[in-house]
């Protein structure tokens, strides 16, 4: 159950923190997607949401109120008394993530974490961003964009999956990956693997902070992957990238599969922007949000769920933040 976005000493609602890093045309939609996440597993729990902005090359900070309304700028941030933190992730426009425009404020946002929340969740890019900031753990590209709902497999017992089946779907939609060997090897627990193997969300524990990093996107509404695809078609046939994008796996039924093959083909012979309203025909009634209920809710809202019961088990044990060991070491790096 969600409360108004106030907080008071004597209150003792969880007020939950998301770092919204999603450019200007996707932040409220990636808003409402964590809203509507949050309520649903908050069975118990009242809560309280503040939206945070990084900054990035696409934000000036004369325009953030107007490209970003419902977000704190990320210096508010730093006062603020925060319970748990959520950082989405966003599209990667460099090849590595140091050359990021916002890595500066990723990296202080990262460190503060640290000390400063008990838990905080690091979605996709922004998990990637952790792991090599902390650990020095650099993400390897894949060969094409993972993308589509695939078959996760739960990894020994955390509390973070308690009572989850042990298989459950989730989305993906990233252009790289870790290795799970190099996570182990400095400390990570593997909570649940793709069916190739690759990791699909791992934890750790620093300092007092549980940090969850999720490669996929439990978030995701049941259109996300569909604005997805139709936005890297639509950049294909504008010429904006040189490959044609593929369908994504385990998303849309044979008959939209056998159509969307069917429309490439088209498109490759003749390009035109005039095919995303056949694509728009074929697709409008498979995935509609709100009526469409997406296949990984239930697996979601149960982690999210388990989440907010350690942030309520922590909150009763939380002491003011120090300087930590691990603030400390990279101080000094």
């Known amino acids: 159950m969600l409360a108004p976005s106030y907080h008071s000493a004597e209150d ?13 045309n996707a932040m409220q939609a990636t808003r409402a997607e964590f809203t509507a996440l949050l309520d649903a597993a908050s069975a118990g ?26 977000h704190e700028d990320l210096e508010a941030l730093w006062e603020a008394d925060l319970d748990g933190l959520i950082v989405s992730g966003t599209e990667p426009v460099a090849a590595e993530l140091t050359d990021e425009p916002y890595w500066p404020a990723m990296a202080k946002l990262i460190d503060w ?11 996709c890019l922004a998990a990637q961003a952790a792991v090599l900031r902390l650990d020095g753990i650099a993400r390897r590209k894949l060969p094409a964009k993972l993308s589509g709902v695939f078959e996760c497999t739960r990894r020994g017992t955390h509390r973070l999956t308690a009572g989850s089946p042990a298989n459950w ?15 182990q090897a400095h400390g990570y627990e593997i909570l649940s693997c793709l069916p190739d193997g690759g990791v699909d969300m791992f934890a750790k524990e620093f300092g007092d902070s549980l940090f969850l990093c999720l490669q996929g996107h439990p978030e995701y509404s049941a259109d996300c992957l569909l604005r997805e695809y139709r936005r890297d078609i639509r950049r294909y046939l504008l010429g904006q990238r040189d490959i044609y994008p593929a369908i994504p796996e385990g998303y849309f039924d044979e008959a939209v599969v056998r159509r969307l093959l069917e429309l ?4 490759l012979q003749k390009s035109s922007l005039d095919f995303l309203g056949s694509f728009d025909a074929a697709t409008q009634a498979c995935v509609m949000p709100g009526i469409v209920v997406p296949s990984w809710q239930k697996p979601a809202v ?3 769920a388990n989440w907010l019961s350690v942030l309520a088990e922590r909150k009763t044990d939380r002491v003011v933040p120090g300087r ?3 603030a400390e070491r990279l101080a000094a790096s």
């Open 12 to 24: 003792e609602s969880l007020v939950i923190g998301v770092v919204n890093n999603m450019p200007p």
């Open 45 to 70: 729990h009242t809560l309280q949401i503040r939206f945070f902005a990084l900054p990035s090359f696409r934000r000036r900070a004369s325009d953030r109120i107007s490209l970003c309304p419902h």
């Open 113 to 123: 974490a640290c000390d400063h929340t008990t838990s905080t969740i690091w979605s």
């Open 169 to 183: 779907q989730m989305p993906h939609s990233r252009c790289h990956d870790l290795d799970a060997a190099s996570l």
């Open 264 to 267: 490439r083909e088209q498109v």
């Open 302 to 304: 149960r982690l999210y």
């Open 324 to 326: 930590s060991a691990v």
